[in-house]
């Protein structure tokens, strides 16, 4: 009995395979500061839950494999109070945003493929591309010069006649970086010169700070047939749990094409579906608090951090994650000593070993990612924890 090739080079997930010794941790009586997932500490609106509660059908039918036609006319109208006017066809959809990227790459690729993404990037691409048989052609960012990637030689550099898409998170996981209107311009003319598609993935759209403004590639009307948008309620409006996201595009034979693949796995969970259209229905003045409570996490942690010598980083614009290249030879085995031979008063982190969010071999081996999804108080302490545990880790 032989597994498949594509199986075997996967990877686990960086984010998620050290679970098990952070339980451990727990079930030994350590508090564990979990700074690893984008699992937002914020309460889910209330509208969620009162839609499941009116929820009053006798039967729990199969959904629409499109989605819930609530949930499809509440996603038109989130989109056309961000300036983009969706037909009720252009939209699907999804289990989550990952199943959105999953079927992209999968509608998208042959064999041998390409996909342009700038490194650091949210690991699950890679797993998506191979799987849909095709590779992740990376672009070498750095924190020292704040994570720019939208370069006409950059982009230029590493297109070839196997590449087919762009992939662009924005605002940054795992970095925070958030385009500007001329970096996005030049990769909608890039895009267009060179027929690639463009996948927006802006699940994090509304958390920009510093005053920068939110942005979508949906509004480059030139590209319309080349943007796909991926997006999701998990950390819009902290309801991971819910497993809905979607795919939004004018190209009417992608969208056409990817209603078979949305047909095979049947429908997305009806009840979901009904929560989140009254999530999509909140009034934007609903961000407000909220993306200021994240500004705030942002800062006390990127203080926090200042304080660990030798460490390096760059300030993030938008999302609700940091990546830093640690003092340490491999991230991976520091957090292990972290979660099975260190504490503080009883006390221990968490974070995602970062190497998996890179596509050059080799690269990132030192760097972690931490979500500041906590409260400000837990992310200091977390982040002392951190900084106490490398001196003692480096001093062995």
Request: hydrophobic share 40%.
């Amino acid at each position: 009995m032989k597994l498949s090739q594509k199986i075997q080079e996967m990877q686990l997930s960086p984010i998620r395979k050290f679970v098990p010794y952070a339980d451990a941790a727990v079930a030994a009586g350590k508090k564990v500061y979990r700074l690893n997932l984008g699992q937002p500490d914020i309460a889910t609106p209330k509208a969620f839950f009162d839609a499941v509660r009116n929820f009053d059908q006798n039967v729990l039918a199969y959904a629409n494999s499109q989605g819930e036609a609530t949930l499809i006319e509440a996603l038109q109208n989130y989109y056309k109070r961000i300036g983009i006017d969706f037909k009720k066809s252009d939209i699907l959809v999804t289990n989550g945003g990952s199943e959105a990227i999953n079927m992209l790459m999968t509608a998208m690729l042959d064999n041998d493929d390409e996909v342009i993404m700038a490194e650091p990037f949210y690991t699950n691409y890679k797993t998506f591309v191979g799987q849909a048989g095709g590779k992740v052609v990376a672009i070498p960012t750095t924190a020292e010069d704040g994570y720019q990637y939208a370069v006409r030689e950059k982009i230029e550099g590493v297109i070839t006649d196997k590449t087919k898409a762009i992939c662009i998170i924005n605002p940054g996981n795992p970095t925070g970086k958030v385009l500007t209107q001329e970096e996005m311009q030049l990769i909608v003319d890039i895009a267009l010169k060179h027929d690639l598609w463009i996948i927006a993935d802006e699940v994090y759209r509304e958390f920009t700070y510093d005053g920068k403004e939110m942005a979508t590639f949906g509004s480059f009307k030139e590209a319309e047939q080349n943007v796909v948008i991926v997006d999701s309620v998990s950390k819009r409006f902290s309801a991971c749990g819910a497993r809905i996201g979607s795919i939004a595009s004018k190209n009417e034979e992608l969208m056409s094409n990817l209603m078979k693949l949305a047909q095979a796995r049947l429908c997305c969970p009806t009840i979901d579906m009904i929560g989140s259209a009254a999530l999509y229905n909140l009034e934007p003045e609903y961000f407000d608090d909220i993306k200021k409570e994240y500004e705030h996490r942002r800062n006390v942690s990127v203080e926090a951090l200042k304080e660990i010598e030798g460490i390096k980083f760059g300030v993030p614009e938008g999302a609700f994650y940091i990546t830093a290249q640690l003092p340490v030879d491999n991230a991976e085995d520091f957090l292990m000593f972290l979660l099975t031979e260190f504490d503080v008063n009883g006390e221990t982190v968490m974070f995602a070993p970062a190497g998996g969010f890179f596509g050059t071999p080799g690269v990132g081996q030192s760097d972690m990612r931490i979500a500041y999804v906590l409260k400000a108080e837990d992310m200091k302490a977390g982040i002392n924890i951190i900084k106490e545990g490398i001196k003692a880790y480096n001093a062995r």
